[in-house]
């Protein structure tokens, strides 16, 4: 089997580990701390939601229709990033239950269906990390998911991701894990929760 081959025959399964682990990491995220910033760049907790609910509406509207269509997606109702990120994970979750389809349009061009959601599962789990941290969280991505996100993250990742949703590579210190592989190589360096909270505070 090729490389990421494993990783990749995990379909729609892989994206509903990597949509309950984001879930969990999302769990601490409150509407008082939209402004705090996070590792992704510019932008703050706010954004970062606003962004995760967009790529979780457009993988459930992927299964539901078989198709995304590339506009943009409504807001938060309410304005309330949190419960929507949360709303949008559920629907994913049940919408890719109901049907794994074997190949979707995105903007005119087909995709097979395991291919977007492996690509999913990477952003899922990694923006999940992100919310998590932002919040002064300890969330690690589990080590078995994290190890397939490895295998598969670059064949489903392209320079045109960076710097826009990933960021340059980071070197790791020997024997480090799977998820902090996984993370550096999409440019975050981990390290403790109160480390983080103290350097973004």
Do not use: K, N, Q
Request: some cysteine; overall charge negative; charged content about 25%.
């Amino acid at each position: 089997m090729t490389p990421g081959g494993a990783a990749l025959a995990g379909g729609a399964g892989l994206l509903e580990r990597a949509v309950t682990y984001c879930l969990g990491a999302v769990a601490p995220a409150t509407p008082e701390l939209l402004s705090r910033p996070t590792p992704c760049g510019d932008w703050d907790l706010r954004a970062l939601l606003t962004h995760l609910h967009d790529s979780l509406s457009a993988l459930a509207e992927a299964a539901e229709g078989g198709r995304i269509a590339g506009e943009p997606v409504p807001g938060p109702a309410g304005g309330d990033p949190v419960r929507a990120v949360r709303a949008a994970a559920r629907r994913v979750l049940g919408a890719w239950a109901a049907d794994a389809r074997e190949s979707v349009s995105v903007g005119g061009l087909s995709l097979t269906g395991v291919l977007l959601t492996a690509t999913g599962a990477v952003e899922v789990a990694v923006h999940g990390w992100d919310v998590a941290r932002a919040c002064g969280r300890d969330d690690p991505i589990p080590e078995p998911l994290a190890e397939e996100l490895l295998e598969l993250v670059s064949l489903v990742l392209d320079d045109a991701d960076r710097p826009g949703r990933f960021g340059a590579p980071l070197a790791v210190r020997g024997g480090a894990d799977a998820g902090e592989r996984l993370l550096a190589f999409l440019g975050r360096r981990v390290r403790c929760g109160r480390e983080y909270e103290e350097d973004v505070a």
